[in-house]
């Protein structure tokens, strides 16, 4: 009886530590401020890098949990090494506000200025 206590009460604190923990990125970012045209464009360009893998990271880790689920029903353990942590979903909702407010920032900082030549009447 001890031993399946001891089991047990070692796999609920190993179930902690399945998966990583969400490290989201705020929406706005100090540096903001002094960003140019290139670098919100660059910036875009590279969040929509990490969005992509983060999307095969969370594939993985749904296959992961498929697989831990049904392997758990032989060898019940297993069930403890699921990731109910869906750090990756977060990430991607952090990176998609993100992306919203670059994008809003893009609209800002790369319109073009007025040309001299429209300002001119014509003669």
């Known amino acids: 009886m001890r031993n399946k206590l001891a089991l047990a009460m070692l796999g ?19 540096q903001d401020a002094y960003a140019d045209c290139t670098m919100v464009q660059a910036e875009i ?19 992961q949990n498929v697989a831990a689920g049904v392997a758990g029903l032989v060898v019940w353990p297993l069930w403890f090494a699921m990731d109910f942590k869906g750090a990756a979903s ?10 919203q407010y670059l994008a809003a920032l893009a609209t800002e900082r790369c319109a073009r200025p007025p040309s001299v030549a429209a300002k001119r009447p014509h003669r």
């Open 12 to 30: 609920l604190a190993l179930m902690g530590c399945a998966g990583r923990d969400p490290q989201p990125l705020a929406t706005v970012q100090p």
């Open 45 to 63: 360009q590279a969040n929509n890098i990490k969005v992509k893998e983060l999307a095969d990271e969370q594939g993985l880790k749904v296959a």
């Open 90 to 99: 977060k990430d991607v909702a952090a990176l998609q506000a993100r992306q």
